[in-house]
């Protein structure tokens, strides 16, 4: 069923790749005791020791992957992982679906940024992901509060006459976020290469996959998307 969907990536550098994961026929309530687990363990070593070598070599690489054009990834622009790491030291982790907690789970155990959106809200089998254009942006948050664009990596829903952006790796566009009726999710692991390598992007994919058919899932397929150039 992931043939049915197609992911491009577009963006002027080499030192990137994506992971995606389709997950159909979700239940995101209750969270499975597997993610409960790992994700207890993971939020206890975090607010013991904070991060270890190869933790804060991800957690720059996936800063680094940002600097793009004029877009700086400091103050409110720092990649979603960041966040994260600061909630789990102070004891404030988000909780939210499963979906949504197996995302937070995955990028703060590896220091890496993703995207989660519901593909049904999306309405598109077609994505890429680009740098983010002169003006263009979206509203994050119920609140109302815009997140602009400009040089920074987003991932775009393509329809026949037009395109918009709906995921970045620091906000996602509250158009296209879960909600307690999603069923059908894509998650998109901005994986740096500078840190790791391909072989390790599988391996995250593998335990994302692991869990979301402990949601699950009826159907849950993973794929890496790499630039042309490699």
């Not at 809200?121 to 602009?148: D, M, T, V, W």
């Not at 664009?149 to 991932?155: A, N, Q, T």
């Not at 918009?164 to 906000?171: E, N």
């Amino acid at each position: 069923m992931i043939e049915q969907y197609s992911f491009e990536l577009l963006l002027p550098r080499e030192d990137i790749a994506i992971g995606i994961v389709l997950a159909q026929n979700l239940c995101l309530f209750p969270c499975g005791p597997l993610l409960e687990k790992r994700l207890q363990e993971t939020l206890a070593q975090k607010k013991a020791r904070g991060l270890n070598e190869e933790e804060e070599k991800f957690r720059a690489a996936s800063r680094l992957i940002l600097r793009n054009g004029s877009y700086r990834p400091t103050g409110r622009s720092k990649p979603a992982n960041e966040y994260l790491l600061r909630e789990a030291i102070e004891g404030e982790f988000p909780r939210i679906n499963a979906a949504v907690d197996i995302n937070n789970y995955i990028s703060l155990k590896y220091m890496i940024s993703i995207s989660l959106w519901d593909i049904d809200l999306a309405k598109s089998q077609k994505y890429c992901f680009r740098l983010g254009k002169p003006g263009e942006s979206y509203i994050f948050n119920a609140g109302g509060q815009e997140l602009k664009l400009d040089d920074l990596i987003c991932g775009v829903a393509l329809y026949e006459n037009e395109e918009k952006a709906i995921v970045t790796p620091v906000k996602d566009s509250l158009a296209t976020k879960t909600t307690e009726h999603t069923k059908n999710t894509v998650m998109a692991i901005y994986y740096p290469l500078s840190a790791g390598n391909t072989d390790h992007l599988q391996k995250i994919l593998g335990e994302a996959r692991e869990l979301f058919e402990e949601a699950r899932a009826s159907y849950v397929a993973t794929k890496c998307i790499q630039p042309k150039s490699i």
